[in-house]
């Protein structure tokens, strides 16, 4: 693992901290995945003045002032974007499906959540909502591309690790330290999984958690 993708100390200490099991690992996202993100972050927006330009997949240089085309700088998008999950991260809407195929599959598979979530007072909000939508696992925050925090998790695991998320940087990532991983890309609002590009490093491309399921279970079936 080169230093490009290590994690830092906080999400090592996270890491460390989890019940070891042998099962196989499943490390999966949350916004955007089981939880809606775009739609919510949309009308955060809209409600101070803002509006995406496009829904191509990435934020900075994507949004605007309501009526103009030239986007914000990365620090104001920053701004907004922690703005948003310190008023939202507690409340964000579950994806349909979610809950119960992470319960199908953590029958066989250890689930962790690997979340880029600002804020480490966000996390026991996001860790309740959770819960709350029947999705009790483990959860653990990183910053930056998760490459390194896959591979320090897949450390202490046996057997197939597969990784979810709707970021092709994370995704890149994660396929750089870990070729072995296999990738599903889930983008839950349909017009930005639409305007995602393709990745050759990815299995599946979806928004669907009952296809997500079965093709995680395939992976453990004989031959």
Known sequence: MSDLHAPDRHVVEQIAALPRT?????VCDVDEVVFHMASHFETYLAERGFAFLSHSYHLTGNIAAIGETAPLGRDEVRRLIHGFFDAES??????????????RLSRDWQVVFLTNLPGAHNKPARERLLADHGMPYPVVTNSGPKGGAVSALAAGARGPLVFIDDSPLNLRSVAAALPA????????????????????EVALVTGDWDQTAAFIEAILLPG
């Not at 042998?22 to 499943?26: A, G, N, S, T």
């Open 22 to 26: 042998d099962r196989p690992l499943l």
């Open 181 to 200: 991983a296999t990738l599903v890309q889930f983008i839950a609002d349909a017009r930005f999984r639409a305007m995602a590009e393709p990745l050759a």
């Open 90 to 103: 507690g409340r964000q809407t579950v994806v349909q499906g979610a809950s119960a195929a992470l319960a």
